[in-house]
Each structure stands twice: as structure tokens, then as C-alpha cells.
């Protein structure tokens, strides 16, 4: 199975005796994890065990709640939705979805309203809590995600960690950044985050910005690449653009390179760090750190989205 926590989808296994679990590990041959799980996978077993667990679903009768059988309350689901469709059509009805199913599982509740019951009303809080992200990935990538991948892991020197604590909220990702620290005398780890976390404690760089000026910092660093000429032309011309607007910020009009200098002269290092509360020579050393890696990899959660 997979692990249902943080959502890095860590392959375990479960060992049952007597219709009871006795025994997790981490699945070996899983490519996210490896074998290994964090406290919170290793300890899954108590969770499912635990007295304060319901076993069973409850139906609300005369305002208490009442324990049922499971083919009780399935049936009564079923029935209340198929007469509210009758009576009321296909978009009285909605599936709201959680960030820990599978994909299978996404695709069966989305087989079930799309195209069974007929309603696009099928919503997740893995897209509201993405919403701005996936607005600037589609629109800086095409798709709704950036185009990583854990296995990219194996093969950076620099990782830039901003809005994250791998170290705490992502274990297992994190100790395979720590595993290739271990094995790549060119590792450098650059982490930028307000607070002093665990995953700060192993960086090779801590960037403590103000909370709020995330962006005037990455802007600064950019500043620093274009300013001291470590840009890779050819990429830039082959694969990028610049552009003001576009989406729900009016018509889109794209920029030169030198249209984005002139915009990132508002983003001085040493006028900057009163804002940031980072130092100019830390800005600088970060990017000077990310250029020059020969693979670098960025990482972010949350904080940043």
C-alpha cells in the first residue's frame, strides 16, 4: 500500500495476523521511498488499532448518532444521492476529494459524478490549497505542475529549499537529499525560510527572510545572475520569454531581456536586504551557489504556494 500522511507516496508493507496489523516496513523496491518510512508510516498500526478510532460509520437519527453497518450506510448514501438527482438534476450533487487518494481513487470518483451521474461538480483541496501555484505553473509551464521528479534527487548538487521543512513535514524526501549530500563532494544546500527548522539546521546557506518578501528576494538573486553575466543565452533565447500581464492581470505583453534588467534594477542586493532582512552578501553567495551547481534543484511546499 501507500502511506496516507504527508502525501510524498511512500510504498509500505503490512504484515496482518489474525485480521489484525502487527507489522509495517517500508517497501524496498518502491521507487519514492526505498524501504524506508518515517515515524509517521512506522507507526501507522497503532493508529489503526487505536480505541479512539471509529470502526464503523454512524447515521445521525433524532439528532444522535447511531453506529450502522457498512451496507446500511452505503445504500442510504446511494439512495439520497440518486433522489436528489432525480429531483433536483445532475448538479445538485457534488464529490469533494481529499489529497491522499490514489490516483486510482481519483479516477473511480471521477468516473462515478463526470460520467456516470453527469456533474462537473467534483472539487479537491489539493487544487484549492494549489490554486495560485497552479495559476503560475500553467502559465509559466503549460501544465498545472513543474516538470520534477523525486529521481532528479540523484542527480543535483544544489538543492534551493524555500517555503519547505523537508527535514520535519517530508522525511523520507528529505533523507534521500541528505544520502546524496553524503555521497556528492559538491553538495551545496541553500534553504530560505523566516524560521531556524531542523531542515535549516543542514543548510549550507540559511536565508531568513521577512515573511511577505519571498519574492523581492528571489527577484534580487535573478538581479545578481543577469547583473554578473551568468545567464546561459542560448537557453533563455531557445526556451524562455519574459512577459507583463496576461491571465486576470490584463493582456499579456512580452518583454525583451533587457525590459527584465531594467525591472530587476529595483532589486539591488544592498537594497534589498533591509526588506528581506537578509544580507546582501548572502543574496549574492546564494546565486552565485545556484548558477554555478552543475544541476540544481529547487524544492518548495506550502510556504511558497
Same mark, same amino acid.
Given at each position: 500500500?501507500?502511506?496516507? *500522511?504527508?502525501?510524498?507516496?511512500?510504498?509500505?508493507?503490512?504484515?496482518?495476523?489474525?485480521?489484525?496489523?502487527?507489522?509495517?516496513?517500508?517497501?524496498?523496491?518502491?521507487?519514492?521511498?526505498?524501504?524506508?518510512?518515517?515515524?509517521?508510516?512506522?507507526?501507522?498500526? *497503532?493508529?489503526?488499532?487505536?480505541?479512539?478510532?471509529?470502526?464503523?460509520?454512524?447515521?445521525?437519527?433524532?439528532?444522535?448518532?447511531?453506529?450502522?453497518?457498512?451496507?446500511?450506510?452505503?445504500?442510504?448514501?446511494?439512495?439520497?444521492?440518486?433522489?436528489?438527482?432525480?429531483?433536483?438534476?445532475?448538479?445538485?450533487?457534488?464529490?469533494?476529494?481529499?489529497?491522499?487518494?490514489?490516483?486510482?481513487?481519483?479516477?473511480?470518483?471521477?468516473?462515478? +459524478?463526470?460520467?456516470?451521474?453527469?456533474?462537473?461538480?467534483?472539487?479537491?483541496?489539493?487544487?484549492?490549497?494549489?490554486?495560485?501555484?497552479?495559476?503560475?505553473?500553467?502559465?509559466?509551464?503549460?501544465?498545472?505542475?513543474?516538470?520534477?521528479?523525486? &529521481?532528479?534527487?540523484?542527480?543535483?548538487?544544489?538543492?534551493?529549499?524555500?517555503?519547505?521543512?523537508?527535514?520535519?513535514?517530508?522525511?523520507?524526501?528529505?533523507?534521500?537529499?541528505?544520502?546524496?549530500?553524503?555521497?556528492?563532494?559538491?553538495?551545496?544546500?541553500?534553504?530560505?525560510?523566516?524560521? +531556524?527548522?531542523? @531542515? &535549516?539546521?543542514?543548510?549550507?546557506?540559511?536565508?531568513?527572510?521577512?515573511?511577505? @518578501?519571498?519574492?523581492?528576494?528571489?527577484?534580487?538573486?535573478?538581479?545578481?545572475?543577469?547583473?554578473?553575466?551568468?545567464?546561459?543565452?542560448?537557453?533563455?533565447?531557445?526556451?524562455?520569454?519574459?512577459?507583463?500581464?496576461?491571465?486576470?492581470?490584463?493582456?499579456?505583453?512580452?518583454? &525583451?531581456?533587457?525590459?527584465?534588467?531594467?525591472?530587476?534594477?529595483? *532589486?539591488?542586493?544592498?537594497?534589498?536586504?533591509?526588506?528581506?532582512?537578509?544580507?546582501?552578501?548572502?543574496?549574492?553567495?546564494?546565486?552565485?551557489?545556484?548558477?554555478? &551547481?552543475?544541476?540544481?534543484?529547487?524544492?518548495?511546499?506550502?510556504?511558497?504556494?
Amino acid at each position: 500500500g501507500i502511506c496516507r *500522511y504527508c502525501g510524498a507516496g511512500c510504498g509500505m508493507e503490512v504484515g496482518l495476523k489474525n485480521g489484525r496489523v502487527v507489522a509495517i516496513r517500508g517497501n524496498k523496491d518502491y521507487p519514492v521511498n526505498k524501504g524506508i518510512l518515517c515515524l509517521k508510516g512506522a507507526t501507522l498500526m *497503532y493508529v489503526v488499532h487505536s480505541e479512539e478510532r471509529a470502526f464503523s460509520p454512524y447515521v445521525r437519527e433524532s439528532g444522535q448518532f447511531g453506529e450502522t453497518s457498512w451496507d446500511t450506510a452505503l445504500n442510504l448514501v446511494a439512495s439520497k444521492i440518486k433522489q436528489t438527482v432525480i429531483d433536483h438534476g445532475p448538479d445538485s450533487v457534488a464529490l469533494y476529494v481529499g489529497a491522499q487518494l490514489f490516483t486510482e481513487e481519483m479516477y473511480l470518483g471521477n468516473k462515478l +459524478f463526470k460520467g456516470l451521474i453527469g456533474t462537473n461538480n467534483v472539487e479537491a483541496n489539493a487544487r484549492l490549497c494549489m490554486s495560485s501555484a497552479v495559476t503560475g505553473f500553467i502559465t509559466t509551464f503549460g501544465l498545472d505542475e513543474p516538470p520534477g521528479s523525486y &529521481s532528479d534527487i540523484e542527480k543535483s548538487d544544489c538543492f534551493f529549499l524555500i517555503g519547505s521543512n523537508l527535514a520535519e513535514q517530508h522525511p523520507v524526501i528529505f533523507g534521500r537529499i541528505l544520502k546524496r549530500r553524503a555521497v556528492n563532494k559538491d553538495f551545496k544546500m541553500i534553504v530560505a525560510d523566516p524560521r +531556524f527548522t531542523p @531542515t &535549516s539546521a543542514h543548510a549550507d546557506l540559511w536565508l531568513p527572510f521577512y515573511p511577505g @518578501t519571498d519574492l523581492a528576494l528571489l527577484n534580487s538573486m535573478a538581479y545578481v545572475i543577469v547583473k554578473e553575466n551568468m545567464l546561459d543565452l542560448d537557453f533563455v533565447n531557445r526556451h524562455t520569454k519574459f512577459v507583463e500581464g496576461g491571465g486576470p492581470w490584463g493582456e499579456e505583453k512580452e518583454l &525583451s531581456l533587457e525590459e527584465f534588467r531594467e525591472f530587476l534594477e529595483d *532589486y539591488k542586493p544592498h537594497d534589498v536586504e533591509k526588506l528581506t532582512g537578509v544580507g546582501k552578501e548572502k543574496i549574492i553567495m546564494a546565486a552565485r551557489i545556484f548558477v554555478e &551547481s552543475k544541476a540544481a534543484m529547487s524544492l518548495w511546499t506550502m510556504g511558497l504556494n
